[in-house]
T-cell receptor, first 113, second 115 residues
Framework: EPEVTQTPSHQVTQMGQEVILRCVPI?????FYWYRQILGQKVEFLVS????????KSEIFDDQFSVERPDGSNFTLKIRSTKLEDSAMYFC???????????FGPGTRLTVL | AQSVTQPDIHITVSEGASLELRCNYS??????LFWYVQSPGQGLQLLLK??????LVQGIKGFEAEFKRSQSSFNLRKPSVHWSDAAEYFC?????????????FGAGTRLTVKP
């Protein structure tokens, strides 16, 4: 069964460093999403991406964040200068249509020291 | 404020007992509704979803949920819980106010199953 994959599973970085979180969505899906979950808190929407551009973004997704689909398979989330409060689990998701079931990856746990 | 509320942070049930997890939402129109389960170290797996039609929806792993418009609720149920159901359960809502499905999640309910 096709699934969304994410790498790495755990990323540790120093405050101020850039990180790139990688996702491989399901191959025939067209809509891509990033969510984050700070420890002990709810899952929060960050951004949605369709047709090579951002469709929607939340207030969390500020200028420090960017997304990219560099090739036909990967979907990345970049944080330019990490802050302590960026420590969270980051989930990638994809869907075949804009309003339908989203399939989630296992997440990348980001720890900012 | 628009929100998704899961009133129970943690629920403990005995194996074989019935289960109901509560979810309420506060959005103007009837949104699309989802229940996801997250096992430790795993991603979010969809249990079931409601878009329209029959208000009682069946999902995977023996779960069902009932949409009640009058109560703005979408409670998840299972008649007999198995030890493997221990996990975190998230209610999620697509409020249909943007072009895409940027879902809003509840805070989650952690289910513990006693032997």
């Amino acid at each position: 069964e096709p699934e969304v994959t994410q790498t790495p599973s755990h990323q540790v970085t120093q405050m101020g460093q850039e990180v790139i979180l990688r996702c491989v969505p399901i191959s025939n899906h067209l809509y891509f999403y990033w969510y984050r979950q700070i420890l002990g808190q709810k899952v929060e929407f960050l951004v949605s991406f369709y047709n090579n551009e951002i469709s929607e973004k939340s207030e969390i997704f500020d200028d420090q964040f960017s997304v990219e689909r560099p090739d036909g398979s990967n979907f990345t989330l970049k944080i330019r200068s990490t802050k302590l409060e960026d420590s969270a689990m980051y989930f990638c998701a994809s869907s075949a249509q804009g309003r339908n079931e989203q399939f989630f990856g296992p997440g990348t746990r980001l720890t900012v020291l | 404020a628009q929100s998704v509320t899961q009133p129970d942070i943690h629920i403990t049930v005995s194996e074989g007992a019935s289960l109901e997890l509560r979810c309420n939402y506060s959005y103007g129109a009837t949104p699309y509704l989802f229940w996801y389960v997250q096992s430790p170290g795993q991603g979010l797996q969809l249990l079931l979803k409601y878009f329209s039609g029959d208000t009682l929806v069946q999902g995977i792993k023996g779960f069902e949920a009932e949409f009640k418009r009058s109560q703005s609720s979408f409670n998840l149920r299972k008649p007999s819980v198995h030890w493997s159901d221990a996990a975190e359960y998230f209610c999620a809502v697509d409020p249909l106010i943007t072009n895409n499905n940027d879902m809003r999640f509840g805070a989650g309910t952690r289910l513990t199953v006693k032997p």
